[in-house]
């Protein structure tokens, strides 16, 4: 079974602060992908990457980045968070053009 | 972008056939119909994937008719479990992950 990790379930921080959002997935996949889900929006795509050290920006990428320095890991950067990033962060992995596997969501707070 | 539009949700008892449609007028030619459940506190879970005509699979069937301009989940016999919210995707899976578009979702509650 695939498996999509992410670092917290919550998270409280305040604003301005710098926020690290990790993934890490277990079957090698070259794609991986951050979603934020917000209500009456569905999922949003932030940004994604097809390799390591590669990356390409989604519907909504101002306000993050991303950072892929090992093929398993893909982290989402937030420089200065804002309460309008208060949202639900997913990670997802997929191999080649299929099925995407998510991970269980962070949700995030921002005071 | 194609522009997705799903009903907001529905409602179904158990044992009953549960279509959910998705409309997605502006498909591309490259663009696949991709269905995903979700579970409160869980990320999407993926169900069934097509780009035309019908695919089955163990638990859902989806639906899509020639112009593609709209594709329909069927849901067989369902159960309390089947109550969660399911989305649409449409996209370019090959070459566009940047022009992957997510419905809004379809809150299915199925009673006994």
Known sequence: DVK?????RYLVKRTG???FLECVQDMDHENMFWYRQDPGLGLRLIYFSYDVKM???GDIPEGYSVSREKKERFSLILESASTN???M???ASAEGAKTQYFGPGTRLLVL | LAKITQPISMDSYEGQEVNITCSHNNIATNDYITWYQQFPSQ???FIIQGYKTKVTNEVASLFIPADRKSSTLSL???SLSDTAVYYCLVGDMITGFQKLVF???TRLLVSP
């Open chain 1, 85 to 87: 990033q208060t949202s």
């Open chain 1, 89 to 91: 962060y997913l990670c």
């Open chain 2, 43 to 45: 990320g999407p879970r």
């Open chain 1, 17 to 19: 602060e710098k926020v």
């Open chain 2, 76 to 78: 067989p016999r369902v």
């Open chain 1, 4 to 8: 999509v990790t992410q670092s917290s």
């Open chain 2, 103 to 105: 419905g809004t979702g």
């Open chain 1, 55 to 57: 990356k390409e920006k």
